[in-house]
């Protein structure tokens, strides 16, 4: 069997809130937002679709068979042969009608299907050609800024998670001004490691600013750095170290999201300081466990979802008042139902209720929560109706949440 295939294979289920960008052909796909772009047209995909359009991309060119493409769409969830057929076949009209035959899925007898990517680009290449200009999308009207994944410098490299949530808390801080564009750090997570000028990051990205930076955490302190670049030129702008106590890193990190759209955009209001100052917790060590857990849960394996339960059980034992851990509880509960991974399904169940009612008590202003919980109802009480009166309600508070916009197309989609 070909790496690449047996990549699919063997790989763990496609996660849409962790796939960076990709190009096929002359259009972009844009897995976090549920999108594909070409030009200045955007066409929006059920979940499902673009998971199996993610999962042939990834093969570059070479034949994936239907187990495969079942096993990291669907996981453990047995589904019948309509529902790979019916998105392989909405991704082939789509692509005749909408996209200008950018590429092509041959169905391989015996074996499943390949795509093939237009003449234009790269054999089965996820990259645009080298040299060849990407369809690229529009650069919002308002500034717009990509937040890129800190550098751990860390002497412990499993303080990695700990730079990821400082970059996600960032985005979320900075997600409150509604003068600046952000894009999530999710949606870019592909850049980290790879090495790419800001100009390319901004065709990649459509973005007009990239904030690049580390983390550095060590003997009871965490020190940021950060890099604000113009992708227009390449020039940076501004640079900047803040340091702190990691009892007061929430502080900290409310004073990079506010030093950053400040430089980018002046005209931020006092309201919108005020808005972003709130946290969901100012326990330092249950926020780290939350951080841990969240890291886990990412991995859609059993172990490490019945291990990121554990560990938000106990940041919710120091902090009781943690919305944000309950509801994120809560979304591992229904996931454990989902793939039937307890002996006592029922007693899951009615532990994950008490979770998100819990949540809902404490957190019914905050989008995260909402958003979780929303997740979470369909698997856990088996209906939809009250998930998606709590996701409207999400979207309102923070219209500009890719994460918040994906919750609603899963729900959606059920």
């Not at 970059?167 to 564009?181: H, N, T």
């Not at 999530?184 to 997570?189: G, H, Q, Y």
């Not at 109706?385 to 729900?411: H, K, Q, T």
Request: charge should be negative.
């Amino acid at each position: 069997m070909n790496d690449a295939v047996a990549a699919i294979a063997l790989g763990r289920r496609i996660d849409l809130t962790r796939e960076a960008d990709f190009v096929i052909g002359s259009v972009q796909a844009r897995p976090t937002a549920c999108e594909v772009v070409a030009g200045v047209r955007r066409v929006r995909l059920q979940p499902r679709v673009m998971q199996v359009l993610v999962a042939l991309a990834r093969t570059g060119g070479e034949p994936v068979s239907r187990e495969a493409l079942t096993e990291v769409c669907w996981g453990r969830v047995r589904v019948g042969d309509d529902a790979l057929n019916r998105c392989i076949q909405r991704l082939r009209r789509l692509a005749e009608a909408e996209w200008k035959d950018a590429f092509t899925i041959e169905t391989i007898p015996r074996v499943g299907y390949r795509l093939s990517v237009s003449s234009a680009s790269t054999e089965g290449s996820m990259e645009p050609e080298t040299g060849g200009e990407a369809a690229r999308p529009p650069i919002a009207s308002k500034p717009s800024i990509a937040v890129v994944p800190f550098a751990n410098l860390s002497n412990d490299p499993e303080q990695a998670y700990f730079a990821q949530g400082m970059v996600a808390e960032i985005v979320g801080a900075l997600s409150r001004f509604k003068s600046v564009f952000v894009l999530a750090a999710s949606s870019n997570v592909y850049l980290k490691g790879e090495v790419a000028s800001p100009q390319d990051a901004a065709r990649k990205l459509g973005v007009g600013y990239l904030l690049e930076g580390s983390v550095r955490k060590a003997a009871g302190r965490v020190r940021i750095t950060v890099n604000l670049i113009d992708t227009s030129n390449g020039a940076q702008i501004w640079t900047d170290h803040f340091e702190d106590t990691l009892e007061d890193v929430f502080a900290l990190q409310d004073r990079v999201a506010l030093r950053v759209a400040g430089v980018i955009e002046p005209t931020v209001r006092d309201v919108d300081v005020h808005r972003m100052s709130t946290r969901a917790t100012d326990n330092m060590n249950s926020y780290d466990l939350y951080l841990r857990a969240d890291a886990l849960f990412c991995s859609f394996t059993k172990d490490d979802t019945l291990l990121a339960i554990d560990l938000l059980g106990q940041a919710i034992a120091l902090d009781p008042n943690f919305a944000l851990a309950l509801s994120q509880s809560a979304v591992c509960h229904r996931q454990v139902i989902d793939y039937a991974w307890s002996d006592d399904l029922e007693s899951c169940r009615l532990r994950g209720l008490e979770l998100a009612e819990m949540a809902l008590s404490l957190g019914c202003g905050d989008d995260r929560v909402l958003a979780q919980v929303a997740i979470s109802l369909p698997g856990l009480e088996g209906r939809l109706d009250r998930a998606l009166f709590l996701i409207e309600r999400a979207i309102v508070l923070n219209p500009g949440s890719a994460f918040v916009w994906l919750g609603s197309r899963l729900i959606h989609s059920q």
